[in-house]
Nanobody, 122 residues
Framework: QEQLVESGGGLVQSGGSLRLSCAAS????????MAWYRQAPGKARELVAG???????NYGDSAKGRFTISRDNAKNAVILQMNSLKPEDTAVYYC????????????????WGQGTLVTVSP
């Protein structure tokens, strides 16, 4: 059973930094595109940052210039380094992985982590 395990959320003051990590199995991680999404109370889930299996990155407007997504291939994990945090970054952050078909009969496999709460105080 494949799963994504997140860690690193918590409470931080405005202007501070946090590092989120999301670990997967090697067989899933090495060929999957990975991403971080977030959902604030009363708002829709939005893309924060994504990274392809080959390392190409993309960022949501709210993350550009402040957040960095990377892959730690030794640990089979995707990392989100968040700097210059603002109160409006407060949300539950979710890790997402999308694995391409591995057999003729299979389709894409998409996984979500359980979510980790990030709270930024003024």
């Amino acid at each position: 059973q494949e799963q994504l395990v997140e860690s690193g959320g918590g409470l931080v003051q405005s202007g501070g930094s946090l590092r989120l990590s999301c670990a997967a199995s090697r067989r899933f991680f090495r060929i999957s595109d990975m991403a971080w999404y977030r959902q604030a109370p009363g708002k829709a889930r939005e893309l924060v940052a994504g990274i392809s299996s080959s390392g190409i990155t993309n960022y949501g407007d709210s993350a550009k210039g402040r957040f960095t997504i990377s892959r730690d291939n030794a640990k089979n994990a995707v990392i989100l380094q968040m700097n210059s945090l603002k109160p409006e970054d407060t949300a539950v952050y979710y890790c997402h992985g999308r694995r391409p078909p591995v057999a003729i009969e299979s389709g894409y496999l998409e996984l979500w982590g359980q979510g980790t709460l990030v709270t930024v105080s003024p």
